[in-house]
Every structure is written in structure tokens, then in C-alpha cells.
């Protein structure tokens, strides 16, 4: 995409009341104004863009922009003149740093394929154990499963995480849960080391700011919730459901 323009900018435009007497380039005092405005919203970072007197607001997983000087909260995307999408390099470089900063080597392992499935997940949470059962009938997947018992709305599902991290075998004993081999009757044996492990997979999530169960990165690419479609679509192209392959 080609244009004359500097930038496009695809958006649409917030007016807040707020003040500017803070200097354009104090990104510090830019973040304490924001985090007055938009109380109910995390903002990790503030940085200035390459366009004058606009500033790029880093929150969660999401990216929008703020003119002090205008008062304006900007939402959408821009557009660099050779048709790049400066937004979505921003929201992508999230998700890097996130995948980064995650300790592979503690998640419990599954499979050793090309394709690379980071999960946060809750053993009892329905939409999970779905996904999960659409995970095992994909080839040529490595999975990476960090758990992440919601007790509030699962009751048992922190007993059942502390004893799958607990066994030699995690990769089977997550599976016999999510199957619900234990749904009956709750597994004991559950360890100190287990449940020092789950405390770290919960600090995990919370790093990578999940505050629902599941999440995925399925080769970079976060896809909440079960979207099968979606999940297709992030896979390596020759890759397919093993269904599909009979």
C-alpha cells in the first residue's frame, strides 16, 4: 500500500478531559495522566511515536495511541507509507517479549513437532478440556502447558493441578485429568514440589497477564479462548487435525 501521506491512520478518536500542562516528551507524567482517565485499564508503557505529539500506549495485549496536547485517546491503526502495519508490529512485539520471558522448562511437555503450542489452562474449565481433546488429534505439535486453576468458579481444580505437577509423568497425568479419569474421585499424592511448581505457573500467567482460561501462543500468536478456525490458520500450513490425515 502506497500513499503520500506520512502515516495513515485508521482510528477513531476519544475526547478526555485532562491536563496537559506536563512537558510533550515527559512520557512519566504522560502515564500518570493516563492511569487517571482509563483507571480500569493496566498500562504497561508509554513511548512517543515516530508522528509529533503522539504517544503509544502499551496495555495488556492491546496498543493505542494518546495526544496530550489535543486530549485525545486514539484507537486503531497506523499505517506506515509503505503499507506496514506499525500497530500490529507493536502488538506482536508483546506477545515476543511475553513468550520470552516464560520458563519453557517448567510447563508440562507434550510431543515434539515443528509446531510450537504455548497453553494456559484450567484442568476443570469446560472450554479448556475441548481445546484439549483438539490439541491431542493435531500432528507435529510441541505443547507447552502451564496450569492455571481458576479456584473461584473450579473448586477442585487446584488439587488436581498440584498432583499432575507433582507425578514423573506429566505429560499422562495431564492427560488423565483432562479426560476425567479424576473427576469422580479427586487424585492424592499431590507433592511440596508440586505445589511449589503450580505457584510458579501461576506467576507465569500473571506475567503474561491471562485472567481467563485458555490462552494460547500457537506459533507467536495469541489466540484466546477455542477457536478452532483460528487455530488452524496460526499452524504450520501442511499441518492438519489427524482426522483429516486418515
Excluded at 500518570?32 to 508503557?45: F, M
Excluded at 501461576?202 to 479462548?225: D, Q
Aim: net charge negative; charged share 25%.
Amino acid at each position: 500500500m502506497k500513499c503520500n501521506l506520512l502515516t495513515t491512520v485508521i482510528l477513531f478518536v476519544v475526547t478526555v478531559a485532562v491536563s496537559t500542562s506536563h512537558a510533550a516528551d515527559d512520557t512519566a507524567a504522560i502515564k500518570a495522566a493516563l492511569e487517571k482517565i482509563v483507571q480500569d485499564v493496566p498500562i504497561s508503557s508509554v513511548k512517543p511515536t515516530d508522528i509529533n505529539g503522539i504517544y503509544e500506549v502499551e496495555s495488556l495485549y492491546d496498543v493505542f495511541y494518546y495526544a496530550p496536547k489535543a486530549e485525545r485517546l486514539i484507537f486503531g491503526d497506523i499505517f506506515s507509507q509503505e503499507g506496514t502495519n506499525l500497530t500490529a508490529r507493536s502488538k506482536g512485539a508483546i506477545v515476543s517479549r511475553t513468550i520470552a520471558a516464560l520458563d519453557l522448562a517448567q510447563a508440562v511437555k507434550s510431543g515434539s513437532g515443528k509446531n510450537i503450542v504455548i497453553e494456559f489452562t484450567d484442568p476443570d474449565c469446560p472450554h479448556c478440556r475441548d481445546a484439549f481433546a483438539y490439541w491431542k488429534s493435531v500432528l507435529n505439535v510441541t505443547r507447552y502447558t502451564f496450569l492455571f486453576p481458576i479456584a473461584e468458579s473450579h473448586p477442585h481444580a487446584t488439587a488436581k493441578s498440584e498432583w499432575i505437577l507433582s507425578q514423573k509423568d506429566k505429560a499422562a497425568s495431564l492427560d488423565d485429568v483432562y479426560s476425567g479419569k479424576y473427576d469422580k474421585e479427586l487424585p492424592k499424592g499431590a507433592s511440596a514440589e508440586g505445589k511449589k511448581l503450580l505457584k510458579q505457573h501461576v506467576a507465569f500467567a500473571e506475567k503474561a497477564f491471562v485472567i481467563g482460561t485458555p490462552l494460547y501462543f500457537v506459533n507467536g500468536k495469541i489466540l484466546p479462548g477455542v477457536n478452532v478456525e483460528a487455530f488452524e490458520a496460526a499452524l504450520l500450513q501442511e499441518e492438519k487435525p489427524s482426522e483429516e490425515k486418515k
